[in-house]
């Protein structure tokens, strides 16, 4: 990431999850629910999250000092991402293709954006609900009236 990158517009879908490979970094869909942010915003609004959950599931007797460690380094990692000291990868995958990272050179290509298309996995209909949706004969369906 550079600096222009943290100013990014992002549109981030509940459907939407979130990796940083760098860091081992996967957050699920409904982690951070859908928001309107820039990259800054979103990478901030992780690092919070993780920060708060962390705290509230590693408290006390039940957290070593390794994990104390290891969760410090995480987030001192995290913080190294915004301070533009490490360079990572930021990837959004959004089954349902709602969510957006802003184009510095719209209508011509980013070379630092790069945009896939896929088929859904069964595994992702299922999570959304496709798989139990019934559309055999929809067409033929009647027309229901609701009541003025």
Known sequence: ?????LARDVLKSDTCSMSIPELDLEVGFGA???RFTTVEGLLVATRDQLKEQGDFFLVGD???EAENDRMKNFLDNFEQ??????KVHLILDDPTGNSYIQ???APMDDNRLRKEFYDRTNEQNDEL???D???ENYSQLETINECE
């Open 32 to 34: 951070l629910s859908g």
């Open 81 to 86: 991402i915004l301070l533009l000291r490490k």
């Open 103 to 105: 184009s510095l050179n």
């Open 62 to 64: 039940s957290r070593s």
């Open 129 to 131: 609900g496709l798989n």
């Open 133 to 135: 949706m019934k559309t």
């Open 1 to 5: 990431l550079q600096e222009i990158d």
